[in-house]
């Protein structure tokens, strides 16, 4: 069975050749990501991996169906970029990870608001141009602030569990509470409260018609001044013009991203010798208090490792007639 892989790098490269031996697929990693005007590069393959940025709106699987394609084999746990009603009406199965590591992404997490608390990302620059200086480097202790957990899946609560570590108080708001963060000693309270009372809120939930834009203007107007927001899960959670002028004004104190709405043709790629184009990420990129990194979370050893092996396993068993991990059955 041949399989293209649109977006892989080479990180995906060797994670999907160590996995593959025991299938023995036939593998065509492609760089380029799938959009309209590369969709004809998957003709003939009966499979498409597609990754977080990849283009699966109708248009893109309307060609994909002509050309032969019946399987989406997403490599990512998110399905929130594909037309699962235009997938379903052309006959495409589309299968997911659900779960790989929480570990990694929460962790990222955390990584994040330690290096902003601490300013580890100005204290590492400093140090390396010879500058021992400690001005502006104050920093706050974790230990009994509250951290505000929005969305208790995989991801939040083991976020949530490294935080109570830390010796800080958990609130979580999640329409499905997750028992686990109550067994940690978190509770549970409505948006409102968990605005209102965090330090840090960190975003753990997926991007639907109820969760777009869930940190807007009003909400950050809701937020305590000076507090830190944390967004691993995907960009369109903010409204991104709404958080520069928050961050002018100092309502938001700290603010470390992974993911950005526009992500899609900026993140992945290296363009140091271009001029950024995206003015609000430009913008971002100047406040010493935050701090971007792209859509990197997932990439650990383990997590790559565990993407490789189910994409696999949920391609293999939708061509023994018994998808697995499937979105659209
Ligand atoms: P999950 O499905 O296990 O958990 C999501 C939780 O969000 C669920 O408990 C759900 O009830 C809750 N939720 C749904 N609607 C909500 C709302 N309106 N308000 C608050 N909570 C709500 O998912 P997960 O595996 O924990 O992943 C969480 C998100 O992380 C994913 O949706 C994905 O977007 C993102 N993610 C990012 C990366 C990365 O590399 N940055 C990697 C993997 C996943």
Not at 1 to 30: T, Y
Not at 66 to 84: E, F, K
Not at 167 to 172: D, K, S, T
Request: glycine residues 8%; contains cysteine.
């Amino acid at each position: 069975m041949r399989i293209i892989l649109f977006s892989s790098q080479n990180h995906d490269r060797e994670s999907f050749l160590a996995a593959n031996p025991q299938h023995g697929f036939e593998l065509h990693f492609q760089q380029a990501p799938l959009r309209l005007d590369t969709a004809a590069l998957a003709m003939g393959f009966e499979v498409v991996c597609a990754f977080v940025n990849d283009d699966l709106s109708r248009p893109v699987l309307e060609q994909l169906a002509a050309g032969g394609t019946r399987l989406i084999a997403l490599r990512s746990a998110g399905y929130n970029h594909v037309d699962l009603a235009a997938a379903r009406a052309l006959g495409l199965a589309v299968v997911r990870v659900p779960a790989y590591s929480p570990y990694a992404v929460a962790e990222h997490a955390v990584g994040l608001v330690l290096a902003l608390c601490r300013h580890l990302h100005r204290a590492y620059n400093r140090t390396r141009e010879g500058d021992f200086s400690l001005h502006g480097l104050t920093g706050f202790d974790l230990f009994g602030k509250t951290v505000g957990v929005i969305g208790t899946g995989q991801i939040g609560v083991v976020f949530a569990r490294i935080m109570a570590g830390f010796g800080c108080r958990v609130l979580a708001y999640d329409p499905y509470p997750n028992p686990e963060v109550e067994a940690i000693g978190g509770q549970f309270v409505d948006l409102d409260r968990l605005l209102g009372e965090s330090d840090i809120i960190s975003l753990h939930c997926p991007l639907n018609d109820a969760t777009r834009h869930l940190v807007n203007a009003n909400s950050l107007q809701r937020m305590k001044r000076g507090s830190m927001l944390i967004n691993s899960s995907r960009g369109a959670l903010v409204d991104t013009p709404a958080l520069i002028e928050a961050l002018k004004s100092g309502q938001l104190g700290y603010l470390g991203l992974d993911v950005y709405e526009e992500e899609a043709d900026i993140f992945f790629a290296d363009r140091s010798d271009l001029p950024l184009q995206d003015d609000v990420l430009a913008r971002l990129l100047t406040f010493p208090n935050v701090i971007i990194t792209a859509h990197q979370a997932f990439l650990t050893n383990e997590a790559l490792a565990a993407i490789a092996e189910t994409t696999l396993n949920n391609i293999a068993a939708w061509r023994k007639g018994a998808p697995v991990n499937q979105v659209n059955g």
